[in-house]
């Protein structure tokens, strides 16, 4: 059996590949993408654990095994659906005002 | 009355001091909108009525003493409690509003207020055509309340009110005409030094505060004995500075350094013990300096020739009447403090006589004619200063009671000429010039007869009010003789006690004759220069237009006031403009009213004439214990030193009259061109002026270039700009983490990441200490996540056990005064471990004694 | 049968990774949108190997069906504006930022690693039911256990599109009219000839890729 700190170490090697993309490339796009591969990695964290250890916790059982982990990842899909909805309406309004969707030619706030 | 206001609840007090309040606050708040008859009749009936209080009151108060007038009454009211403050000795001294009238106070109160009244009403016609009416009214007004204030004061703050009260109403009328910057110059000249003399009187209230424990009147009387105490702890310490000694650097300012290295010169002029005055020195100090701001003498006597500058009015009540005797009336109140002190009496009489002298040589060049009567008022409060100074406080009073009279009636009678004047000569500085004037009694009858009265009292014709009061004090600065009132009884036995020289009273009472000789040659040169003569000012300034014309068209029309007032002969026609007129009712009838006094108050105490001195004897018992003991009058022939008085007045009144009417001034040219230099020190008022500018405001103005110097420089251009340097590069640092851009705030976010995770990483050892009773100290370690903890508590250096264990807490046996090393590790999930050391100790148990 | 399921998860591992790196290293915003795809579907098989089968296939249905393809949709409505040319602009910032967490992410990495050695510890997973991780399961407890959650994520998803459309509709003027709207209203339609081709919807006229039309805001 694959022992659940594999499952832990790709999610967090996932979660930093995501993260360095986020903080360097600066397509706005590519930066979204970026935070979905974080969110990947997050999902896959939690249900290796949840696979982990089944019986813990009284709450979110069925069967006597416990689902947090999934149910928790469930939700995290449907706000990060959402998120990038509206992310994405956000990179339209920045074509649409600046023309660019590079993120350091959006510096609207600066100083 | 004494049904409706008793003596120690006279309310009619409040009426006095009321009616003034009450016209000043009127006229100053609504007087533009009342209009100025409002304003005359508001101003005039409250003094009027103060007046009219204050006879009454003067009749309770004569009621009151009753016919043997020995004892010494006070018709007091107490209008509120003020405060309280701690005196010396933590005695509670309170201070109330309360106010007395006894036999002094009530004298000068109906002077103030009477005199007062005489010159509001001259005032109202004076000053018709300024637009200022109101406002003149009202300083007026509120300057006879605060003089009320200072006189019917029960205590030293009250009196201290009033004395700041005149101060501010002098300051706001020397300046009435403010657009002219030097007029609001001379009144803040006149302030600042009365400022100065303020201060000495704070310090004297301190220090009777702290001696007598009290600061009324009677309480002071009580206390004072301490002011004379001559015992080393009660005296005060000049030098060393409070009783302090000097050591190391400063050692050199330690008395009897100098006798003890032999040094040379300095081991017989610096002093060898340290330098103590009594009390009753220093007090007596601090007050003279307060005096002599306020009545103008040695040294802040330079605002008073400068207050010319007012109206005035203003100069005959404030710098003539009432204002500038203040300091002769609080040096007869606190008379009983003085004569504990016969080296302050000295220095009294001698400030003032010197006074005189100079004032008097100034006067002899001037040729503003309100100058002259400036320098004269200096002149003569001298006089009273000597007068109080040798010990005869009832003289130096009756000085002011007269001096009064008729320097007031010198005053509006100069007004009355200016007035004249001035109509027909149009300029401000040359209608004041005597040179200017001449032959005006044909024109001014009324004013020249007053003003001749006056005269004759001011150099002391015999018989008129000047010569009784000033012989008097001749007189007694023959004779008197002040001593220490406790030289008698065995207190002062072993300790030095200062006697006055017994020449000084010769000394005084010749340079005194020399004063009086001089007054009287100025103040006839004056009144000759004024009235005598022709007119020299035909060509002076623009005559009037008005008159020009009709001599044009030959006719003679003009105002109803002009009609009256003169005849239309020829010769006046046909020079340029009309020659002066006499002045209205309103100004000659004060006139006459204060030159019949000038003329016959004299007979209230009437010196050498030997019969009885009323108004020494109803002043008697304020003075009484002051003077017993303190003051020996010698026995002296009265009549041989009144010769003196009357040599001078003859010889000055002879000497002017041969060099301006027998030789038409020729003399005096020839005077000036004899020593030209002296004339000009003379006429520049002995360059005081100039020598308090080189010093004291020189020092004050360098002082203040470099305080403004260091603001400009250190604190606006160094600190000023380093910080706001720190903030803008701060400033600059920071914002070029603003940049707008996501990134850029995500990788700020991850740097703290970092650190949390650092934080969380690394292991942390921490431990507390806690008592356990019974000798046991209990170390407890910081918890923290999968933490593992490794004690160490034998101090061997090698951990107890070698596992990592999750015991949390050791149990340490400390005696007293042994200390124990405890060390611990902790390591944490991740395998990094670290060290920590403590020290635990037990203070030995302290030894209690028994 | 135990060696099958490490290959398996190897490989789902190996084409992760992959996925993810070319998410972020390519240029071409198609191909990280097409790695995005492969490392979804990459996850959803690692959730089949964890006994999360509804997990997976709603991983496969929203992201794979859903969030990819809106990816992909503004990636071409962009056209060539999507794709950014790279420089060096802001290089230290982003080295500084990215190596940081890049650092800090990978010592994390190893420390868990070196804890899960030291640890010495294999427990054995514990087998589940069939049950595990069915519909059945989820949605009980989804229905019961966290209802509230469900329910207010089906508002959050109401108030994102909501948000969507407010914000991607821009400012109400005449220059948001469609041509059709203006038609009717009196006001010139715009000079873009395509623009009458445009069938009127709401996010259609308002970008015509690369042309600066007028009327449009600043």
Not at chain 2, 425 to 434: E, K, R, T
């Amino acid at each position: 059996m694959i022992p659940v700190e594999h499952y832990v170490l790709l999610s967090a090697l996932l979660f930093v590949i995501g993260g360095v993309g986020f903080l360097v490339r600066r397509n706005v796009l590519v930066a979204l993408m970026s935070i979905e591969v974080m969110l990947n990695a997050a999902n896959l964290a939690l249900v290796a654990y949840n696979r982990s250890h089944l019986a813990r916790g009284v709450a979110q059982t069925y069967g006597g095994q416990s689902h947090t982990g999934q149910v928790l990842a469930f939700f995290i899909i449907a706000a990060e659906a959402a998120e990038v909805a509206v992310g994405l309406a956000i990179v339209l309004a920045l074509y649409r005002l600046r023309r660019t969707v590079r993120s350091d030619e959006a510096d609207l706030l600066r100083n | 009355m004494s049904p409706l206001f008793p003596v120690h609840d006279y309310t009619l007090i409040a009426v006095i001091l009321g009616m003034p309040l009450l016209g000043a606050f009127v006229n100053g708040v609504w007087g533009k909108r009342l209009g100025n008859q409002a304003v005359k009749m508001m101003a005039l009936s409250a003094v009027g009525l103060s007046f009219a209080a204050s006879i009454i009151a003067f009749a309770s108060l004569v009621g009151a003493v009753g016919p043997e007038k020995d004892a010494h009454v006070k018709l007091s009211w107490t209008a509120w409690e003020w405060m309280h403050t701690t005196g010396g000795r933590g005695i509670s001294i309170p201070i109330d509003v309360k106010f007395s009238i006894d036999q002094l106070s009530g004298v000068m109160m109906l002077v103030v207020t009477g005199v007062g009244f005489l010159i509001h009403l001259y005032a109202t016609s004076y000053m018709e055509k300024d637009k200022g009416f109101a406002r003149f009214f009202a300083y007026m007004n509120l300057f006879i309340f605060s003089m009320l204030v200072l006189i019917l004061g029960d205590n030293l703050p009250v009196l201290f009110v009033g004395w700041e009260g005149v101060g501010l109403c002098s300051y706001l009328l020397i300046g009435f005409w403010y657009e002219n910057g030097a007029n609001a110059a001379a009144g803040k000249k006149a302030f600042i030094a009365n400022r100065v003399g303020d201060f000495g009187l704070l310090c004297a209230m301190f220090l009777l505060a702290w001696y007598t424990g009290a600061l009324d009147w009677n309480g002071i009387a009580n206390g004072a004995s301490s002011l004379a105490n001559p015992s080393d702890a009660l005296r005060v310490h000049v030098w060393p500075l409070g009783n302090g000694t000097y050591t190391g650097v400063l050692s050199f300012l330690q008395p009897g350094y100098f006798q003890a290295h032999h040094t040379a010169v300095l081991e017989n002029i610096m002093p060898r013990a340290p330098v103590t005055i009594s009390a009753a020195t220093a007090v007596g100090l601090a007050l003279l300096l307060g005096c002599t701001g306020k009545s103008a003498q040695i040294p802040l006597y330079v605002w008073l020739p400068d207050a010319m500058a007012g109206p005035t009015p203003v100069s005959a009540l404030i710098h003539a009447a009432t204002m500038v005797t203040a300091g002769i009336y609080l040096i007869c109140r606190l008379s009983f403090v003085f004569v504990l002190s016969p080296f302050v009496m000295v220095v009294i009489a001698v400030v003032g006589v010197s006074t005189a002298l100079l004032a008097a040589s100034i006067a002899v060049v001037q040729t503003d004619i309100k100058k002259v009567l400036a320098y004269s008022t200096v002149s003569q409060l001298g006089f009273m200063f000597l007068g109080v100074g040798v010990g005869a406080f009832a003289a130096g009073f009756f000085h002011v009671f007269t001096h009064a009279f008729f320097k007031a009636c010198l005053f509006l009678g100069a007004g009355s000429v200016i007035h004249a004047m001035h109509a027909r000569v149009h300029d401000d500085d040359a209608a004041q010039d005597i040179r200017n004037m001449g032959g005006l009694r044909k024109w001014l009858p009324l004013t020249h007869g007053t003003f001749a009265a006056a005269t004759a009292a001011i150099i002391g014709v015999p018989l008129t009010s000047g010569f009784f009061s000033k012989d008097e004090i001749l007189y007694r600065a023959y004779v008197d003789r002040t001593v220490n009132p406790l030289a008698g009884t065995g207190i002062l036995r072993g300790h030095g006690v200062y006697s006055p020289p017994e020449w000084i009273g010769h000394a005084l009472y010749w340079a005194a004759v020399a004063a009086a000789a001089m007054t009287a040659f100025y103040m006839c040169r004056l009144y000759i220069l004024t009235f005598w003569g022709s007119f020299r000012g035909w060509t002076v300034g623009r005559p009037s237009l008005l008159a020009r014309q009709e001599l044009a068209t030959g006719t003679h029309g003009g105002d109803e006031s002009h009609e009256e007032e003169h005849h239309p002969h020829r010769e006046d026609l046909l020079s340029p403009g009309y020659p002066p007129h006499e002045s209205p009712w309103q100004m000659t009838v004060p006139l006459i009213v204060l030159a019949t006094f000038s003329v016959f108050a004299g007979f209230l105490n009437p010196g050498f004439v030997k019969v009885e001195k009323p108004m020494e004897h109803w002043l008697d018992p304020v003075f009484k214990t002051a003077t017993e003991g303190a003051v020996i009058v010698r026995e002296g022939n009265e009549w041989t030193l009144a010769l003196g008085g009357i040599g001078a007045f003859l010889l000055g009144t002879v000497l002017a009259w041969w060099v301006y009417i027998e030789k038409k001034g020729q003399p005096a040219e020839q005077a000036k061109a004899w020593s030209p230099a002296l004339y000009k020190l003379l006429l520049e008022k002995w360059r005081v002026d100039e020598l308090y500018e080189a010093t004291v405001i020189a020092g004050l103005d360098s002082l203040a270039e470099t305080s403004a110097a260091v603001d400009r420089g250190i604190v606006d251009g160094v600190l000023a700009r380093l910080t706001a340097l720190l903030v803008a590069a701060s400033g600059t640092v920071l914002r070029a983490f603003q940049n707008g851009v996501v990134q850029m705030y995500a990788a700020t976010m991850v740097v703290g990441l970092a650190s949390v995770g650092w934080f969380f990483t690394v292991p942390h050892a921490n431990a507390t200490v806690a008592d356990a009773g019974n000798d046991d100290y209990l170390v407890t370690a910081a918890p923290g996540v999968g933490y593992a903890y490794r004690w160490d508590a034998d101090g061997d250096g090698k951990p107890d056990k070698p596992d990592f264990g999750s015991q949390e807490t050791l149990k340490v046996h400390v005696l007293p005064g042994t200390t124990t090393l405890v060390s611990f590790e902790v390591k944490n999930a991740f395998g990094f471990t670290r060290t920590k050391k403590l020290t635990v100790a037990r203070p030995q148990a302290p030894v209690t004694s028994l | 049968m135990a060696a099958l399921g490490t290959a398996y998860f190897y490989l789902c591992a190996l084409l992760a990774v992959g996925g993810a790196v070319s998410v972020v290293a390519a240029k071409n915003p198609i191909r990280c949108a097409m790695g995005l795809l492969l490392l979804i579907l990459s996850v959803a098989g690692l959730f089949l190997a964890l006994h999360a089968q509804f997990l997976a296939a709603i991983q496969l249905i929203v992201y794979a069906g859903a969030i990819v393809i809106l990816f992909l949709f503004v990636i071409m409505l962009l056209g060539p504006a999507a794709s950014t040319p790279s420089d060096r602009r802001g290089l230290a910032v982003r080295v500084f930022g990215g190596g940081l967490f890049g650092v800090a992410g990978l010592t994390s990495l190893t420390l868990v690693a070196r804890a899960a050695e030291t640890a010495h510890r294999v427990l054995p997973m514990p087998v589940p039911d069939a049950s595990f991780g069915g519909i059945e399961a989820f949605g009980s407890v989804l229905f019961q256990d966290t209802l509230v959650p469900f329910e207010v994520s089906s508002g959050l998803l109401m108030v994102a599109v909501v948000g969507a459309i407010a914000v991607a509709r821009g400012r109400q003027g005449s220059h948001s009219m469609s041509p059709a709207e203006q038609e009717i209203r009196g006001r010139a339609p715009s000079q873009d000839p395509l623009r009458e081709l445009h069938p009127s919807g709401v996010f259609s006229h308002e970008l015509p890729p690369g042309d600066d039309a007028k009327g449009q805001s600043a």
